[in-house]
């Protein structure tokens, strides 16, 4: 379909717009949706203005899939988007990669290719500090000789601190080395559903099969295998094959092997054959510099204050600490402010009285409070189980995440077990629509969001 006048194409983007309100908060259907106009539509793509390539990215990130239903409701298909600002353009096909009009690549979140590996982490962007240099000398070391020298090779640390970007770069430069590499990247959560549809549809050999004649088999967060008998009974065979076979092993979790949960004796021994790694928290000198390239790859003016009152405020992990630059940033594009101190400040929260760092809300802040509130236990909210109490705890953390923490959605999936961040835009506007509702929802958010402010 065609939009043959202007009238027209104001009359599907307003229907959108109707949806587009019923599904998102006040503040953020005026903050992020009503600067939207409409330019053009032919039958492949959609034209919107956006302010500048920031907003474009933050709306890339956050709000395209919703504003993507909201097109399909009002023009009925799917299409393409083009966002334009200042004569340029960010353009690219839904779920796919997003591009400059002339020809700047812009990095986006998806596969480099059928191996799983994800593009956009390689050792070249990873920052080096104390807190992780021997990980990253190791990993290099993996990378050079894979199957020879340290097999396997198994990074732990908290969430967000680069076990996954080590992992994957790891993959990078053997394919780079070598392009006939089989190198296989899985998610644990992954690995266990290509499991169960394998056995599902009688293939469990072919599955198998085929992961056993692999070069290199990279496993992200193998803590989530726990109490999975089945998946770890075909894993611990995958895991003997590739081992006798000389195939390098790449394994990450939030624990040391031995301290795993729910994990057999016998593949946590089996974990720590080779070389083990940790990587800590970031210090102040390292969060700056992540900070100061972040800002360069967004093409964000940072000044070494702001950086460094940033790096003091979020000290949780990495992901926390871009998390918060990508908030200052997108809202000084939003109100036409500088990144200065005073909005800084304003985002961050103000010093505590007793002149203590500001008080900062991160993504473990609000898992360990909620996890507290409902009884449960740590990791919970990031296992793969659904009973009904753990559920409602996990779709209140994710709400929480979002409102309290202001972390994006697909943030939010990353830190809660790797879900869609499709899951958590349903959850956010589940937890919203019953806030509103229901009075016994609205005392548990109020409950735990009292926490922040007394901890």
Known sequence: MVASSRTQLEDLWNRALSSLRERLDDDDFENWIRPLVPLSLNSETLELSVPNKLFASWLEENYLDLIAKAWVDAHGHETSFTFTWNGTGLQGELFQEYEADHAKRVPVRKPA????????????????????????????????????????????????????????????????SDPDARVVFLSSDTFMTQLIEAIARNKAAALKNR?????????????????????QEEFFHIFNALYEGGRQIVLTSDKFPNEIPGVEERLC?????????????PDMETRIAILERKARAEGVELSMEVASMIARSVDSNIRDLEGALTRISAHASLSGREIDRGLAEELLGKNKSNGSAPAVVSLDDVEKEVISHFGLRSGDLRARRRTKKIAEARQVAMYLMRQKAGASYPMI???????????????????????????RMRLVLETVAKRFQTN
């Open 269 to 281: 021994n089996r974990f720590g054959w080779g070389l083990v790694a940790d990587i800590q928290n």
């Open 113 to 176: 290719s059928s191996s799983g590996l994800i593009e956009r982490y390689d050792f070249e962007n990873f920052i080096v500090g104390p807190s992780n240099q021997f990980a990253r000398a190791a990993a290099l070391a993996v990378a050079q000789q894979p199957g020879s020298l340290y097999n396997p090779f198994f990074l732990y640390g908290g969430v967000g601190l680069g076990k996954t970007h080590l992992a994957n770069a790891i993959g990078h430069s053997i394919q780079r």
């Open 211 to 231: 992961l056993r004649r692999v070069d290199v088999l990279i496993i992200d967060d193998v803590q989530f295998l726990a109490g999975r008998e089945r998946t």
């Open 413 to 439: 999936g990353a830190h809660l077990g790797g879900r869609d961040h499709s899951t958590v835009i349903h959850a956010c506007q589940s937890i919203e629509r019953r806030r509103k509702e229901d009075s």
